[in-house]
């Protein structure tokens, strides 16, 4: 394992360390739950889900995910006061914010893209802090101390993924290059009259008849199928119901030809920490035995989390429409009975406009090291920006609802 490596300034101490055991949970969460988002993030920031994806080999150095976590130090008081979970990669899988095209420019022309060091939650397409800090000036400095780092490494590129304003707002400070992606949620709000949705039938009837009326025909044949489903949360989720989605989590990964980047230990570490943290929905057949299982993630562990986020699923029998059913229905049942406000629906998929999770932007902030890319990828940014804002409004033309909100 690599050594800590450290560095001073006028204000603070700049340690990097290699495993997340380094830094101390308690500083990591108390610093996160400071953020004006970190106390209703998801469970993604916490320091026992980064840990978790560690200590059971899902991202490490070996799956080309090597831990180089920038954190800073009060030289007056030796307090955690920033620190961010950079991970330098061998490769672009992973991420969501895709930079394939990038690499590839950069394969063509005869320059090295890996390594290259970027700020996100492995294998999470959700949005949250990045750059957890005490203020602004610690955030920025936090940024400063990544690029050096970076540099300091021969990295091609450094990149800040799915970010909040704060973070885009610092590695604006340091003239760090903007970006825009799609994702799809869902608002707990009737588009007419304001407010929460009461229940299913307030939701269906917010829709415009022909999507009603898909929704209708896919969710009944589920039923006609004889599936059933069953949501549980916390403690209620057994070691079983655990095991089974695991296992469908895998089959389904293996059908479209791909390795799972989960494992059994990293679902078995984030179910013991953070149990509150987790729904399941089960789907049993008629005569009982499981068939499928959807995990989602929720904001915090109250009676009704702020949000919900749709992370993974998997099926061992065929049944029509029992994915939408699964990940969408199902879910944002569960979120119009506990008054939850949002559901996202992770990256990608137009598809889901039509069960009324509507486009919204999240951003990223990158910084390449070779100049004429640099400039190259400026230039294709704005473009990509513009192309976002015309995809946003053609979706949006084509809203769900009966009156768009």
């Not at 831990?67 to 992973?94: D, E, F, M």
């Amino acid at each position: 394992m690599d050594a800590p490596t450290s560095s001073e300034s006028a204000d603070y101490v700049t340690r990097v360390v290699h495993d997340p055991h380094a830094v101390p949970a308690q500083e990591w969460n108390a610093l996160l739950h400071a953020q004006p988002e970190g106390r209703a993030c998801g469970p993604f920031m916490r320091h026992e889900y980064l840990a978790a994806l560690h200590d059971s080999g899902c991202a490490t150095a070996a799956t080309g995910w090597a831990p180089h976590w920038v954190t800073l130090w009060s030289r007056a008081h030796g307090s955690l006061v920033a620190a961010a979970p950079l991970y330098i990669k061998t490769h672009s899988y992973g991420e969501y914010v895709f930079d394939w095209a990038w690499a590839d420019a950069y394969r063509r022309h005869g320059v090295r893209y890996y390594p290259k060091g970027v700020v996100a939650v492995p294998f999470t397409p959700v949005a949250g802090p990045r750059l957890l800090a005490r203020d602004e000036a610690a955030r920025i400095a936090l940024v400063q101390a990544l690029l050096a780092h970076a540099r300091a490494l021969g990295l091609s590129s450094l990149h800040i993924l799915l970010g909040t304003d704060a973070d885009c707002a610092a590695a604006d400070a340091s003239a760090m290059l903007a970006r825009e992606t799609v994702q799809f949620h869902w608002h707990n709000r009737h588009p007419a009259r304001g407010g929460r949705l009461t229940d299913w039938e307030d939701f269906l009837a917010s829709l415009s008849h022909d999507k009603r009326k898909k929704i209708r025909q896919e969710r009944r044949k589920v039923a006609d199928a004889g599936v059933t489903f069953e949501a549980r949360r916390g403690a209620q989720i057994t070691a079983e119901d655990w095991a089974f989605f695991v296992r469908c989590y895998r089959q389904t990964y293996h059908e479209h030809g791909n390795a799972p980047y989960l494992n059994d230990a990293f679902f078995r570490a984030v179910a013991a920490a953070l149990p509150q943290q987790w729904l399941m929905f089960t789907a049993r057949d008629a005569a009982g035995a499981p068939i499928a299982a959807s995990l989602v993630a929720l904001s915090d562990d109250g009676a009704s989390p702020a949000a919900a986020y749709g992370r993974d699923w998997g099926a061992v029998a065929r049944v029509d429409c029992l994915h939408f059913e699964a990940c969408y229905y199902q879910p944002l049942i569960w979120c119009l009975t506990h008054g939850v406000e949002r559901f996202e629906g992770g990256a990608q998929g137009e598809h889901k406009v039509a069960r009324a999770l509507l486009p919204t932007v999240v951003h990223s902030r990158h910084w390449l090291a070779h100049p004429a890319f640099a400039e190259a990828v400026e230039d294709y940014l704005v473009r990509e920006r513009l192309a976002v804002q015309g995809y946003r409004e053609a979706l949006q033309a084509h809203s769900p609802y009966r009156q768009a909100p």
